[in-house]
């Protein structure tokens, strides 16, 4: 992924997960995640890209040292102007911002070099594109001497995501309830 790309990134991933929190706050806000993903060390930015016409038609992305990215996003005070600007539009997520704050502070401690994979989407389904980008997602964090890739996803009405996982040897580590939603916590064990 390149910065060029975070345009595409960003739409695709409105599509992709329309209901979700970071949707929720706009495109701004979705741009300015991209960007500091892109920028963080020890992330893993991949897009998939059509050999036709070079469109982008998938993107994976994740961090090593989860942590330590969102911190880096807090320090950035670019992030408390998109908050505003989102909480002016919508004022309800005031609590989803909030709520989330607290999530993320709370959030188990994983090992350092665990690494979290993200978001996930293709524009084109059931074509291998996302096969093939979690492979090199795999192998990249192979590279990055780590034990575990894990990822937290819907356990409930998301049935082809998780099957795509399960295909791809993620296991269910434990189950998560944040409000409504219950999440599935998977894990890969690759050293
Ligand atoms: C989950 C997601 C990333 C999977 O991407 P994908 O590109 O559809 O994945 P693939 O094509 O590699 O594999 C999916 C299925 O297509 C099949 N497939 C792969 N290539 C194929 C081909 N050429 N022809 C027909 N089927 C094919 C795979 O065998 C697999 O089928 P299975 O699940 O029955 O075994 C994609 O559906 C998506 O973007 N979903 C919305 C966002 C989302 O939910 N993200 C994950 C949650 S964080």
């Known amino acids: 992924m390149q910065q060029d790309d975070i345009l595409s990134v960003a739409n695709m991933h409105m599509n992709a997960f329309p209901n979700f929190f970071l949707t929720k706050m706009g495109f701004d806000f979705i741009y300015f995640y991209y960007t500091n993903a892109l920028s ?12 036709d016409d ?40 005031t609590y989803a911002i909030l709520r989330n704050q607290m999530r993320i502070g709370n959030k188990q401690q994983r090992q350092s070099s665990d690494i979290e994979l993200s978001s996930i989407a293709t524009d084109y389904k059931k074509r291998g594109v996302g096969s093939r980008l979690i492979t090199s997602f795999i192998e990249a964090a192979k590279c990055m001497q780590t034990s575990n890739i894990y990822l937290t996803t819907d356990a409930h009405q998301n049935k082809s995501a998780r099957l795509f996982y399960e295909k791809h040897g993620f296991i269910i580590e434990k189950y998560e309830i944040r409000r409504k939603r219950i999440l599935c916590q998977y894990i890969k064990c690759i050293s």
């Open 40 to 51: 963080y060390y020890k992330s893993i930015c991949l897009v998939a890209i059509d050999k």
């Open 54 to 93: 070079k469109s982008i038609i998938g993107f994976v992305t994740g961090f090593q040292d989860a942590s330590m990215f969102y911190q880096m996003l807090r320090a950035n005070k670019r992030i408390y102007l998109l908050c505003i600007q989102s909480i002016i539009r919508n004022p309800l997520l």
